[in-house]
T-cell receptor, first 113, second 113 residues
Framework: ETGVTQTPRHLVMGMTNKKSLKCEQH?????MYWYKQSAKKPLELMFVYSLEERVENNSVPSRFSPECPNSSHLFLHLHTLQPEDSALYLC????????????FGSGTRLTVV | GENVEQHPSTLSVQEGDSAVIKCTYS??????FPWYKQELGKRPQLIID?????GEKKDQRIAVTLNKTAKHFSLHITETQPEDSAVYFC????????????FGTGTLLAVQP
């Protein structure tokens, strides 16, 4: 296990559903990130949390709502999604100060039907 | 702009040959440049990184070079093996208060046995 765990691994949801993605890290990192990975596109940064405070929101639609209750856990709440939101959602963690590489989770493969 | 240009998008080499992937950026404040390898269905994993005060870094068969003046950095893989087949992503950190990474579009490397 990498130290960053994401659940569920796969999720199929209808456009009217509400679901949540969960990310958990036990690396002692104090920054966590949500990225969206779609085919033929770069990884798109969605949200950045540093010390449980959201420090960046990259023009993400409000149908995606992040939550960081503590430095080890990060959630992405989903509601009223569109089919184009289908993608691999990756969580990552790192130290917050200085520049360091991320440790990624295995991702949640989301399909919106 | 903020993006990182990555080329080529696909690369096929014979086992034992070398592979080179290049990324360019425009933000001169960028100070950290990691490379990630993502095998099919798996999470991205950090394989090597370089900071802006260094021109080259090597780790066994993998090396990264950075030209700050020209604003480009490259990944070099020597003596390629079939297990090197994966998608490779470059990234840059713009520095500042958050440790966010901005990724390139990825290079699909296929090593033919």
């Amino acid at each position: 296990e990498t130290g960053v765990t994401q659940t569920p691994r796969h999720l199929v949801m209808g456009m009217t559903n509400k679901k949540s993605l969960k990310c958990e890290q036990h690396l002692g990192h104090n920054a966590m990130y949500w990225y969206k990975q779609s085919a033929k596109k770069p990884l798109e940064l969605m949200f950045v949390y540093s010390l449980e405070e959201r420090v960046e929101n990259n023009s993400v639609p409000s149908r995606f709502s992040p939550e960081c209750p503590n430095s080890s856990h990060l959630f992405l709440h989903l509601h009223t999604l569109q089919p184009e939101d289908s993608a691999l959602y990756l969580c990552a963690s790192s130290q917050t100060t200085g520049s360091y590489g991320y440790t990624f989770g295995s991702g949640t493969r989301l399909t919106v039907v | 702009g903020e993006n990182v240009e990555q080329h080529p998008s696909t690369l096929s080499v014979q086992e034992g040959d070398s592979a080179v992937i290049k990324c360019t950026y425009s933000d001169s404040a960028s100070n950290y440049f990691p490379w990630y390898k993502q095998e099919l269905g798996k999470r991205p994993q950090l394989i090597i990184d370089i900071r802006s005060n260094v021109g080259e870094k090597k780790d066994q068969r993998i090396a990264v070079t950075l030209n700050k003046t020209a604003k480009h950095f490259s990944l070099h893989i020597t003596e390629t093996q079939p297990e090197d087949s994966a998608v490779y992503f470059c990234a840059r950190s713009p520095g500042g208060a958050t440790n966010k990474l901005i990724f390139g579009t990825g290079t699909l490397l296929a090593v033919q046995p």
